[in-house]
């Protein structure tokens, strides 16, 4: 969206101060957990951008509270899955041979994001080490959530979405639908004979560049745009406008409860 257009879909701007207001009368309070999937640009146009989303974040959960977001990098994989776009299948090695390791300090995220990639600079942020599926946290909670990622399950029951969940913490959708909600994949694991794939990915071992294969349920967001509606039609979720975006508020331990058992009845 070109800044002419942000600007036209808001009557003001949008600054920290008023996206702290329109935060708090969603329902986000001090010393929450929430992991956060947004869009800046639904938003309208922001005095300050992605920073001032941050920092009215953190206004409202203060330092008691803990912001995590997505910092996936899913060019860090194996090219032979890759299908937007796929690559010809004689890349495949060079790549392999050729991608590099995954660095938490360096590595940029990919398809998360303005804000979620603003915030992975912040300071007092850390970042999961997982090569293909890490988390960015900061507050309270954060060391404890992006604490050893298992590179085999990396949305699994030892994973940052694991360990929001036994903090019971939120899932806040800022501009986005369920199609983006990272807390679903969690869920995936409770599938009986969920389908596996072989995958790869690059990373550091002994400060060492490797290239590691390793194998992994397939995660699909396909049906969570449905599994949403379903969830939103039996359940009360709290729901406003922040800026120009719509914006959902949802405690993400029922929302999982409810997806296992959902997802069990679609496979």
């Not at 257009?5 to 949008?14: E, F, G, L």
């Not at 060019?75 to 890759?82: A, K």
Request: net charge negative; with cysteine.
């Amino acid at each position: 969206m070109s800044e002419a257009s942000a600007v036209k879909k808001v009557d003001r701007p949008n600054t920290r101060t008023s996206l702290h207001h329109q935060f708090k009368e969603l329902g986000l309070k001090e010393g929450m957990v929430v992991i956060v999937h947004s869009s800046l640009s639904s938003l309208g146009w922001v005095c300050g951008g992605s920073t001032a989303v941050i920092q009215a974040l953190m206004d409202t959960v203060g330092e008691e509270g803990t912001i995590v977001m997505p910092a996936q990098t899913a060019e860090n994989s194996d090219p032979s899955n890759w299908e937007m776009p796929p690559v010809p299948e004689e890349w495949w090695e060079t790549i392999r041979a050729e991608m590099p390791a995954f660095d938490p300090d360096v590595t940029p995220t990919r398809g998360m994001g303005s804000i979620a990639e603003t915030f992975r600079g912040f300071p007092g942020v850390k970042r999961s080490n997982h090569p293909t599926y890490s988390f960015t946290a900061w507050g309270k909670h954060a060391g404890e959530i992006i604490h050893e990622q298992p590179l085999t399950a990396g949305f699994g029951e030892d994973s940052p979405l694991a360990k929001i969940y036994q903090l019971d913490g939120f899932s806040l959708l800022l501009g986005v639908g369920h199609d983006s909600n990272t807390s679903l994949h969690l869920a995936e694991h409770a599938v009986p004979h969920k389908k596996k794939l072989e995958k790869g990915t690059a990373l550091l071992e002994k400060e060492k560049r490797v290239w590691r294969t390793y194998e992994e349920i397939d995660y699909d967001s396909e049906l969570f745009a449905e599994l949403g509606r379903e969830y939103e039609q039996a359940h009360t979720v709290a729901a406003a406008k922040v800026g120009a975006a719509e914006a959902k508020l949802i405690r993400q331990r029922p929302l999982v409860d409810y997806a296992r058992e959902w997802l069990k009845h679609k496979h």
